[in-house]
DNA sequence: GTGGTCTAGACCACC
DNA sequence: GTGGTCTAGACCACA
């Protein structure tokens, strides 16, 4: 897997690991890889792996149990979308929106481009195993 | 001005000054701040300044006389239209639709949230003096 | 059983005993689980209770008699007593009293304090079968 | 200075930078020591008291201005004294009556010992320069 | 096997 | 100068 380097490695397997857990292939209560294993399988430092662990068991997403590993917690689907959605509805669209009159791009041509992005979409890879 | 602590400051200057051209505040030709007082009124370190104003030179957005000052150049408002527009359909939109389907956001309450925006706006005081 | 995070589990099993011992559910000369067992109903793994067995034979509260199992010593409450009154003596109180201060908590607080925990006191289910 | 061994470095720095706060050594808006400079100051690598900033950064008890270091946030002390408050309340105050029941010793003996502690007690010397 | 902490040293962007 | 991130490698306690 290749990294965007415009954001920091251990956010993006943060994400990736909250992708999984959105998209169901990280199930409620399911082990999710060690530290060791996925810092191999993203070929990167295992300490990197845990610093994204640490972020994610801290907005209580994961929880540790001792000498097992780390596990999807309860409400972590719940916990993902409200974060997500404060984020977009205070930071992005309104950037967004500032953007667009700058722009003068009007509301139905974002629509016609939302459109034409649905069409276009591709499936995406990027499972944790 | 208060900064966002997620983008460099140098950046954000730089974006303020674009905001202003293309608003028409300051418009072609026109002196813009010298890197001192804009430092002064931002509350910012110069060097912060002057970086802002050497890519905005180097976007060839804003030209140099030497010992006059910075001043905004002849296509300013179209450099800058074009660049922002390529990244607005390059790179926020794509990131922005993927969030949104993942957030189970329709196009139609997209519309809403626009409005809603365009409703509450509050007029801009991120003038440069 | 559910176990705090911040402390070793072994730690935590054998003070559970340790309290079933004082409180004299299992006295003197006692049988106390075997092994297996109680890993079973504490949900652990049997080598981690057996970690626990070991620190209690090594601090002569329990004994091991071959092929049968622990038993409670003689003077297990005894050793159970002047251990935690040290602990507690020389560096629990030490560390309560330096936050009290911290915390400006008076003394008479803490008696206040004292006398609505013993009031909502609910009896105490951590039982060793 | 010496730490502890029972309890991680990375908490006991950020243990420390918390009672300077509270004991007015570093008031609000202060600039706390760089990470090098405490680093060396302490003895320990940079990374580990880079980790102790991050946990007050996320406890908003100090905050970040780009290029130029941590600053005691405003409400600092008071989000460090309701945590404590609250740990203390919660977490402490619980485990030290459940011992003293154990232990068997009253509430009059508590406040005797609180005194005499009071009566030993030396200022301390971990300042921050 | 698991995570957790720490060191040493490097590189980078930013002010 | 400041923080921020990452690597490599080590050691430890715990299950």
New interface residues.
């Given amino acids: 897997m290749k990294f965007k380097d415009n954001e920091a490695i251990y956010i993006q397997i943060a994400d990736l690991v909250c992708?999984n857990i959105?998209e169901g292939k990280l199930p409620m209560g399911e082990k999710i890889p060690s530290v060791r294993d996925l810092a191999i399988q993203l070929q990167v430092n295992p300490n990197t792996v845990m610093r994204s662990y640490d972020t994610l068991q801290?907005r209580e997403i994961i929880f540790?149990k001792?000498?097992l590993g780390f596990f999807v917690s309860e409400n972590a689907q719940q916990i993902i979308?409200t974060g997500?959605?404060q984020s977009?509805?205070k930071i992005?669209?309104?950037?967004?929106?500032k953007?667009?009159k700058?722009?003068e791009?009007s509301?139905a041509e974002?629509?016609n481009?939302?459109?034409e992005?649905?069409a276009n979409l591709k499936p995406n890879h990027n499972e944790i195993q």
Same sequence: chains 1, 2, 3, 4.
């Fill in positions: 992708e959105l801290n540790n001792r000498g979308r997500k959605r977009f509805l992005r669209l309104p950037e967004l929106f953007e667009m700058l722009l791009i509301s974002l629509i481009l939302y459109q992005y649905n």
